[in-house]
């Protein structure tokens, strides 16, 4: 009797080991199956995700078609005349006017966004750093009128009566700061709207990247004798230059797309500006305000769209050119 219960015992246990090893086989197949849809998927949504960039622009392109047959590159790039009425179409001022607007507000954002970068990752307390890191993050936050409204306000009658009769009292020599335009409503304007718009993008990657730098070649510089300034300037920031070089570009590409902050500060007077305290009409703008309007007159949808088409040729170029000067960087260091 005991040896046919051990017997049932060891029959039942290798019926049990066939049950679970046929449960598994399934099981095995299914997690497989399953993983190659999971990556065939997850590709899908990262390809398409890619086709974005070319499928927008082959629609710009196709819908600024007819005015690229009509018009010579030359003459819509470099014309000075804007008379949709009269069938001209001269982006020149408006590109000037992004350019002019774009560059002056890298000119301010950078130094004190650099700086801001450094004293969090290098000097600031941890309970400090805890604080003002989520509220420069809030500032990415704001809704884009809210800073217009904001530069209406402030930063207009700011440059009207005060810093533009300044600059003209004393650096009226100097052809940047002499201008005729009583109004406030200039580059300066909407440089400074853009600067503080830019501020958290710069701040946050620039800090990210100071901070990641290994602890161990600060220590081996202050070994060394450094001071702790000596150190941030000729390693740290060093080490991270590609990254600060990566966060200037992205605060770069987030200037020159802006819109309604800009086109509510700048007075968007389609003239290519000579001086920071004139008007200005950047590309943005132009769309903004006209797109949807006065679309019975010829070209003129193409006109706008075509614009929009070098706007974002213009942003894919230093995207391209900064991620090579990265690449470059990177092996360099």
């Known amino acids: 009797m005991p040896i046919q219960k051990d017997m049932r015992k060891i029959d039942s246990s290798n019926q049990t080991d066939h049950v679970r090893k046929g449960l598994a086989i399934p ?42 047959t009509v018009k010579p590159l030359r003459e819509l790039l470099f014309g000075t005349s804007w008379h949709p009425l009269k069938h001209a179409f001269g982006f020149y001022p408006f590109i000037m006017g992004t350019l002019w607007v774009t560059f002056t507000s890298m000119i301010i954002a950078v130094p004190p966004s650099l700086l801001t970068a450094i004293y969090l990752a290098e000097y600031a307390p941890q309970g400090m750093r805890a604080i003002i890191k989520p509220l420069i993050d809030l500032l990415a936050g704001i809704p884009s009128v809210v800073y217009g409204v904001w530069g209406v306000l402030t930063v207009v009658p700011l440059i009207r009566n005060y810093i533009a009769p300044s600059l ?55 070994a060394l004798g450094a001071t702790r300034w000596q150190t941030i300037k000729y390693v740290t920031l060093r080490k991270a230059l590609a990254g600060v ?17 800009v086109m509510m500060v700048v007075g968007n007077v389609p003239q290519a500006p000579s001086s920071i305290l004139d008007s200005a009409y950047p590309l943005t703008a132009l769309i903004a305000n006209n797109y949807g309007e006065m679309m019975s007159i010829p070209m003129y949808d193409a006109a ?5 088409l070098f706007l974002m040729l213009v942003v894919l170029l230093f995207n391209i050119t900064s991620r090579l000067v990265l690449v470059r960087l990177l092996h360099q260091f």
């Open 168 to 222: 003209d009292r004393w650096l009226s020599f100097v052809p940047f700061f002499r201008s005729d335009n009583p109004t406030g409503y200039s580059v300066l304007a909407g440089g400074v709207v853009l600067a503080v718009m830019v501020f958290p993008i710069i701040i946050a990657v620039a800090e990210e990247v100071v901070h990641a730098v290994p602890q161990g070649l600060r220590e081996a510089s202050l």
């Open 27 to 68: 099981e095995r197949l299914s997690r497989q199956t399953l993983d190659r849809w999971a990556k065939k998927w997850t590709g899908f949504q990262t390809l398409a995700v890619a086709m974005l960039v070319p499928l927008i622009s082959l629609a710009l392109l196709l819908r600024a078609q007819p005015i690229l």
């Open 245 to 261: 070089v990566a966060a200037i570009a992205l605060g770069f590409s987030r200037a020159f797309g802006e819109t309604m902050a």
């Open 304 to 308: 706008l769209l075509g614009a929009a």
